[in-house]
Structure formats: structure tokens, C-alpha cells
């Protein structure tokens, strides 16, 4: 192990099997950009309260923040100098004097649906039993197949896989982005395409926080800052923030960029999956937070201040 004295960089990240993966990629991008060692950026294993409340839905407790709350305080105190989040996890408002400094580029943003007993959704059994703590992918599912009875399934990608595997669902479904950085590429029993289940705003995409005051992290990321994925996450974002998104509004979102364009779909549904507005833009990807947060205007208008409500 290198001696402290040589470490560059204190990186934070959760402890989980893809988390890890995640971040060791972060820090081998850097040490190649940067020519030395990657023992000299040391990865700090952070536990947040995500990780240890494991028995509830994470919207009953306060939403999908509590995946980064404990590192952000860690970001915030100087204890680390950069946090490697899957973007997905990330909550639209930051807390004072931290921000999204750098993307690594994006891994396949599709949801992989994983069964023991059927090929696809549409040859699950009637009245079968789908494993997710998603209210996105729970309204998407019952958006498809109104007869699927929705478990509450919780754990990182190896946990669910076993979970299912012991029969707590029949079927669940996962971001392959996940399963590919842990190998597993091949756990998928179908690829849903984008057009047909939307992903999450974030999802395939490793995103880096800083303190904003922390130049010198800054221009260290600025060299492995994909910038098509950047542009792409601006939108994304812009769109959840408009639509004060979190754990409890079954929201997708995603924007793909192509020779200076942006196209960007956005969706929300209601958790029971019986009604759903879309909204799509296109433009110059220098326009993407406008677009972003165009489209998630429009929802807001369309659906109505009760959309939401149970």
C-alpha cells in the first residue's frame, strides 16, 4: 500500500460490489489520464443509510438521497475529495457548495428484465409476481400488464439475483448498465428497449462530485469528463428538478446526443401504471438544460398538481 504522504486523491464511494467496481474505474481513468499510479487516489468505503435500512422502500424513509447522504457529508467536511455516485442515486437538489464536476461515459442506459419462468414480460403467467423497489419500473410494469402483482425486492445486484433465485419473484428487473461492470452481463433474460421502458434520468451513467471550490479536483476530472454524457445528464436532470422528482414519482427520462443534437423523451406515470403523459424535445446540445426542463414543464401543465397523489 502507498504511503499517505503520496496519496493524490481521497476518493468516497458505497460499499457495494458494483459501487466498488464504479469507483476503481473512476480512479483507473484518472491515473491513465494523469500518468501515476492508481493506489495513489485511495478509495474510502463509505456506509450510507441507504445501505443499512434494507427493509422498507426507500421512499417511505426519506427517498433516493440516502444513497449519498453520508458521502456528501464526508465531500462537504474535506474528508474526501471527489464522491463516484451512479447518477441515477443522485437527488436533482445538491447541498450547498457541492456539484457534479465530471461523467464517465455512459454504459448501456437499458433495464434488463431477469425471470426464471417466462422470456419476456409478455409471457410472465397472469398474476405473477415482480420483484422491485422502482415506483418507476413498478409503473411501467403495471402500465404492460395491469395483472402483475408488484414485491417490494431491495439488496445490490447480487442480493436480488439470489433473491430471485430462492423465489421471492418470479421476475425482476435491473439496469444493465450494473450488470455489465459486474460481469453479468449475461443474468439478463431480455434487454427492454429504450422506447419501450424508458429508464431512470441518470441511469448507465457514473457521475462525479466535487466541492465546487475544489479547482485543483476540478481540472483532474475535466480530462476523463466524457462530454456528450455531461450534455446528456444536463437535460435529464433539468427535467426531474422541473418535476421535483424523487423516489416517490414514477419519472423517466433520457436524452442521446448525435452530431451536436439533442433528443430527449420524458415520461411520468402514475404508480398504478392507468395513466401516463410523454413529451419530447430536440435541439442544439447547447441548449440541453432548457430542453430538459421544457419537457418537464410541459408534464407538469399537462398532468395537474394531483397527478401524483394517491
Known sequence: MAQSTSIILRLGTRGSPLALAQAHMVRGALAAAHGFEPERIEIEVIRTSGDRIQDRPLAEVG??????????????????????????????????????????????????????????????????????????????????????VIVPLRGNVETRLRKLDEGVADATL????????????????????????????????????????????????????????????????????????????????????????????????KPDGSEAFEAAREGDVRDAERLGADAGGELKRRAGPDFFRV
Not at 462537504?76 to 457534479?100: E, Q, R
Not at 461523467?103 to 397472469?126: G, H, N, Q, T
Open 174 to 269: 435491473l439496469a444493465l448498465a450494473g450488470l455489465k461492470r459486474l460481469g453479468l452481463a449475461n443474468a439478463a433474460t431480455a434487454v427492454l428497449d429504450v422506447e419501450e421502458f424508458l429508464p431512470a434520468v441518470g441511469q448507465g451513467a457514473i457521475g462525479i462530485e466535487t466541492r465546487e471550490n475544489n479547482s485543483r479536483t476540478r481540472e483532474l476530472l475535466s480530462k476523463i469528463n466524457h462530454a456528450d454524457t455531461f450534455s446528456a445528464l444536463v437535460a435529464e436532470r433539468a427535467f426531474l428538478a422541473v418535476l421535483d422528482g424523487s423516489c416517490r414519482t414514477p419519472i423517466g427520462g433520457h436524452a442521446t446526443i448525435s452530431g451536436g443534437r439533442l433528443s430527449f423523451r420524458g415520461m411520468i406515470i
Open 63 to 148: 427517498g433516493k438521497g440516502l444513497f449519498t447522504k453520508e458521502i456528501e457529508e464526508a465531500l462537504a467536511a474535506g474528508a474526501i475529495d471527489l464522491a463516484v455516485h451512479s447518477s441515477k442515486d443522485m437527488p436533482t437538489v445538491l447541498p450547498p457548495g457541492l456539484m457534479l464536476s465530471a461523467f464517465m461515459e455512459r454504459e448501456d442506459p437499458r433495464d434488463a428484465f431477469i425471470s426464471r419462468k417466462a422470456k419476456s414480460i409478455a409471457e410472465l403467467p397472469r398474476g405473477a409476481t415482480v420483484g422491485t423497489a422502482s415506483l418507476r419500473r413498478q409503473a411501467m410494469m403495471k402500465r404492460q400488464r395491469p395483472d402483475l
